[in-house]
Nanobody
Framework: QVHVEESGGGLVQPGGSLRLSCAAS????????QAWYRQAPGKQRELVAR??????????YYTDSVRGRFTISRDNAKNTVYLQMNSLKPEDTAVYYC???????????WGQGTQVTVSS
């Protein structure tokens, strides 16, 4: 079984920064992809950023609304993925979820989510 847990959410003023962490534990043979999703009240869950590994190279994807402000990274030794969020806007307010896949067609393991609120 794989367990995924997010941390680092909180309240921040517009223009501020937060770093989210997502630690994975359990029966993990390898990690193919880790991603961050978010869901704002009354909206559908959306993919924010995703990092995949192929031949020891990491590939990062960002949704348009966060590109240039958010950075996804990973620490393979710790099975942890991070989301550095800068220049935060009120529209970034949401519950942020982390996912992990061990293979390209394997199921995604989800965390419980962490609340990010951007408000003055």
């Amino acid at each position: 079984q794989v367990h995924v847990e997010e941390s680092g959410g909180g309240l921040v003023q517009p223009g501020g920064s937060l770093r989210l962490s997502c630690a994975a534990s359990g029966s993990i043979s390898s990690i193919y992809a880790q991603a961050w999703y978010r869901q704002a009240p009354g909206k559908q869950r959306e993919l924010v950023a995703r990092i995949t590994s192929a031949s020891a190279i990491n590939y990062a994807y960002y949704t348009d609304s966060v590109r240039g402000r958010f950075t996804i990274s990973r620490d393979n030794a710790k099975n942890t993925v991070y989301l550095q969020m800068n220049s935060l806007k009120p529209e970034d307010t949401a519950v942020y979820y982390c996912t992990l896949q061990t293979g390209p067609v394997s199921r995604a393991y989800w965390g419980q989510g962490t609340q990010v609120t951007v408000s003055s």
